[in-house]
């Protein structure tokens, strides 16, 4: 199976580029666990100085790939948080705010606008991210695409795809899929079915995120590059935290994830690779080094 051809810029051959770390990571951070019941999406309209701050670092630090902060800004999920603000102006700061910080530090990273699939379930599976509102503001923001992340099965992944294309029909797309711990999708079926999506949909580049941690993602990732000869992606989670002092503890810290990004990339010839959830500069930094000094990838 493959992906269709993709712009040079998009997916260089030779080595793979390097993401950013996890945007609600460094917010909560600033901000604290106790004000993110509001989530950290707001603050692109309400406190944009952190938000570009945090893009900036994550750059500084070696990141080619910048995500937005817009995982849970869909109208609905802002509505049910109390959030003010409309879904089309949260995406389209989010989106703005990774230009400015590209270009406070004379950068050309990648920038994608980030779609979250909320939490529907069964027929609601997808609802979220389907929102044309975040759609319509990541497009007007100037992203260089869109990346429809931790995906919790096909129904939704479809449901997205669809939505996106009925605003846009030629925007990149990225897909990144989430496993249960056996490695399966919690919404049923596994890296075959993936594959078999990313070939329909003729995404950009399909790959997994989040999940349990480096480690885990082994199995399921060589397997999906078995299935899937196209561009190729991963960004593990930093382990499954634990709640420390009031705040989340990660257990993977930034040389075990800079080595297992290094050999992952190597392996299974990733064009995209990095962490998710409790990945910080430091990690990207160390990614970075890790990245230089192995050469990056071999395209399978």
């Known amino acids: 199976m493959h992906g269709r051809a993709t712009d ?21 951070a600033r901000i604290g666990e106790s004000a993110s019941g509001s989530g950290v999406e707001r603050l692109n309209l309400d406190d944009p100085v952190m938000v570009r701050a945090l893009h900036r670092e994550h750059l500084a630090a070696g990141a080619q790939v910048l995500r937005s902060n817009t995982f849970c800004s869909s109208a609905g999920e802002l509505s049910r948080r109390g959030v ?16 400015a910080a590209a ?34 503001g990541l497009l007007d923001g100037g992203v260089d695409g869109l990346l429809l992340e931790t995906l919790p099965g096909i129904r939704a992944a479809r449901r997205i795809v669809k939505a996106v294309r009925d605003e846009d029909g030629t925007v990149p797309l990225l897909s990144t899929f989430s496993l249960t711990e056996d490695g399966r999708l919690p919404e049923g079926g596994d890296v075959e079915d993936i594959a078999r999506f990313a070939a329909d949909f003729e995404v950009d580049l399909v790959g997994l995120n989040c999940s349990f941690g480096p480690a885990p993602m082994d199995g399921p990732l060589s397997a999906l590059r078995g299935a899937w000869r196209g561009p190729l992606g991963a960004w593990p989670n930093a382990g499954v935290p634990s709640l420390e002092d009031g705040g989340w503890a990660w257990p993977v810290d930034a040389e075990c994830m800079a080595a297992w990004c290094s050999s992952a990339a190597r392996s299974q010839g990733l064009r995209i690779v990095g962490g ?25």
């Open 8 to 28: 040079s810029r998009w997916l260089p051959e030779g080595g793979p580029l390097l993401l950013d770390g996890a945007a609600g990571t460094g917010l909560l």
């Open 103 to 136: 270009r406070d530090l004379g950068a050309e990273p990648l920038c994608l606008g980030v779609i979250g699939p909320g939490s529907g379930t069964g027929e609601a599976s997808g609802e979220a991210g389907a929102d044309p509102r975040r759609i319509r």
């Open 84 to 99: 003010p603000h409309r879904a089309e102006d949260v995406a389209r700061a989010g989106a703005e705010l990774l230009r």
């Open 276 to 300: 998710c959830c409790g990945t910080t500069t430091e990690h990207v930094a160390a990614i970075a080094a890790a990245l230089a000094q192995s050469g990056g990838s071999t395209p399978p």
